[in-house]
């Protein structure tokens, strides 16, 4: 059963600081090298504006902060949103706000937008509404960055598969079906398979 906006706000509000502990276990390696690889994919200088939406401690933002123009961070929940500005009180080029990824805020000059373990969350319908959204939202020459638990074989073939997304915290997200949805945006995704699940898709806009 997948947890409402609340009941997940609430959960990591109560784990926020374990989320930045990479522990020797499947799923922590590979999210510790899935972030990395966002990272790597956002091509971003002093000129640039991103939006992340499920920021959760602000692990991606705050690495981002020093090399461009501004970010905003977006996390339903106010504990980890918390943590977040008490770790980055350093960036003062981030502006944190908590909200529903769902409903993104409108950025002014936004160049790039970032999802990294968050749109996996969201029903079928809800997805494809808010890739909708935020591909509105960017300029043509923009930036869209999933990194996130995306399957490129069945799951039940994925060793180790059920520590990396409990049942009740996530709708699965497959690479074929994703791939479709954004290609209806109007473009060829590009998929990095870091892992049977733990992948990072990029879509450029223009």
């Not at 961070?73 to 706000?97: F, Q």
């Not at 300029?139 to 990194?147: C, F, K, S, V």
């Not at 074989?153 to 059920?162: G, L, Q, R, T, Y």
Request: aromatic share 4%; with cysteine; charged share 25%.
């Amino acid at each position: 059963m997948k947890l409402t906006l609340p009941q997940m706000a609430a959960h990591y509000d109560q784990n926020a600081a374990a989320l930045e502990v990479w522990e020797d276990r499947p799923r922590d390696h590979w999210r510790k090298t899935m972030i990395q690889s966002v990272l790597d994919r956002a091509e971003v200088d002093k000129t640039d504006v991103v939006l992340e939406l499920g920021c959760g401690t602000g692990i991606i933002s705050r690495h981002l902060a020093p090399h461009i123009k501004r970010a905003v961070a977006v996390d339903c929940s106010p504990g980890a949103l918390a943590l977040a500005r008490e770790r980055a009180a350093h960036a003062k080029n981030i502006h944190w706000l908590r909200g529903d990824l769902r409903d993104p805020p409108g950025v002014p000059d936004v160049t790039t937008i970032i999802l990294c373990g968050a749109l996996r969350f969201l029903s079928v319908p809800e997805r494809k509404a808010t890739l909708h959204k935020i591909w509105g939202m960017l300029p043509e020459d923009g930036l869209l960055i999933i990194g996130d638990l995306i399957w490129t074989i069945a799951p039940e073939d994925v060793e180790n598969a059920e520590e990396m997304a409990l049942e009740e915290f996530a709708y699965t997200l497959h690479a074929e079906a994703l791939g479709e949805l954004i290609q209806r945006l109007g473009v060829g995704p590009r998929l990095l398979a870091l892992h049977p699940a733990w992948s990072v898709v990029t879509a450029l806009k223009g």
